[in-house]
């Protein structure tokens, strides 16, 4: 299977409104790919992630995610998908502030009944390819906002998702800390993980997405691929 997502024909309306805030929409994202999801405010973009994340459902179209079609899961099959399947890095990181680095590493990997020894290799492996191995006693208020990103990824990516979501991964950083998560989606995306994010920053979506569509009231404006990922 190359296809990690489909959209066939998907809209999404709110309270019967005349006009939807999404679609309709037919987009496949293929494995490996990154692609960027820009727009103004209001434009689709969240709308959009919640669908592929299973977090609402179309009101119109097939939603169809590592070849399942999750718009007709229930919601305890959505959670379990998602857990299995997805990881999702937000802009406010949703760390457990009385957890420590690794163990909110390793929390995605435990609710999926992942034994101990394994999933805290796996916390091991991810914290020494993120530049966080120094800090796995540390909670995360003692941490930078672009090292609490990186624990928000490295808890994404403990259950060896095929699919990456990321909200704004830069959008509560400041320009440093910002330029350092460029750089890990950058890595990810070059090592075969294929990203799907959305961010009103241009600069990301030009270093780390192959390929960047722009949603305008809910509809595609523009879909086009990189060159290349530097």
Same mark, same amino acid.
């Given at each position: 299977?190359n296809?990690?997502?489909?959209?066939?024909?998907?809209?999404?309306?709110?309270?019967?409104?005349?006009?939807?805030?999404?679609?309709?929409?037919?987009?496949?994202?293929?494995?490996?790919?990154?692609?960027?999801?820009?727009?103004?405010?209001?434009?689709?973009?969240?709308?959009?992630?919640?669908?592929?994340?299973?977090?609402?459902?179309?009101?119109?179209?097939?939603v169809?995610?590592?070849?399942?079609?999750?718009?007709?899961l229930?919601?305890?099959?959505l /959670?379990?998908?998602?857990r299995?399947?997805?990881g999702?890095?937000?802009?406010?990181?949703?760390?457990?502030?009385?957890?420590?680095?690794t163990?909110?590493?390793l929390?995605?990997?435990?609710?999926?009944?992942?034994?101990?020894?394994? /999933?805290?290799?796996? /916390?091991?492996?991810?914290?020494?390819?993120?530049?966080?191995?120094?800090?796995?006693?540390?909670?995360p208020?003692?941490?930078?906002?672009?090292?609490?990103?990186?624990?928000?990824?490295?808890?994404?990516?403990?259950?060896?998702?095929?699919?990456?979501?990321?909200?704004e991964?830069?959008?509560?950083?400041?320009?440093?800390?910002?330029?350092?998560?460029?750089?890990?989606?950058?890595?990810?995306?070059?090592?075969?993980?294929?990203?799907v994010?959305?961010?009103?920053?241009?600069?990301?979506?030009?270093?780390?997405?192959?390929?960047?569509?722009?949603?305008?009231?809910?509809?595609?404006?523009?879909?086009?691929?990189?060159?290349?990922?530097?």
């Amino acid at each position: 299977m190359n296809e990690v997502i489909a959209l066939e024909g998907v809209a999404k309306r709110y309270d019967d409104a005349a006009a939807p805030a999404l679609g309709p929409l037919t987009l496949s994202v293929a494995k490996g790919e990154a692609l960027a999801v820009t727009g103004p405010s209001g434009s689709g973009k969240s709308t959009l992630l919640n669908l592929v994340a299973g977090l609402d459902k179309p009101t119109e179209g097939s939603v169809t995610v590592a070849g399942r079609r999750i718009d007709q899961l229930s919601e305890h099959a959505l /959670a379990k998908f998602r857990r299995e399947h997805i990881g999702m890095a937000f802009q406010f990181f949703n760390l457990l502030d009385d957890l420590t680095v690794t163990d909110n590493i390793l929390l995605p990997a435990q609710l999926t009944g992942t034994g101990r020894c394994s /999933a805290t290799a796996r /916390a091991a492996e991810l914290m020494d390819m993120l530049g966080i191995r120094k800090h796995a006693r540390a909670y995360p208020g003692r941490l930078s906002g672009g090292e609490r990103q990186r624990v928000g990824v490295a808890r994404a990516l403990v259950n060896r998702p095929e699919l990456l979501l990321a909200d704004e991964p830069t959008g509560a950083l400041d320009t440093a800390s910002g330029h350092d998560v460029r750089e890990l989606l950058t890595d990810l995306h070059r090592g075969g993980q294929t990203v799907v994010l959305v961010t009103h920053d241009l600069a990301l979506a030009e270093a780390c997405a192959s390929r960047t569509i722009h949603l305008v009231d809910g509809r595609l404006a523009l879909d086009t691929h990189a060159r290349a990922v530097r």
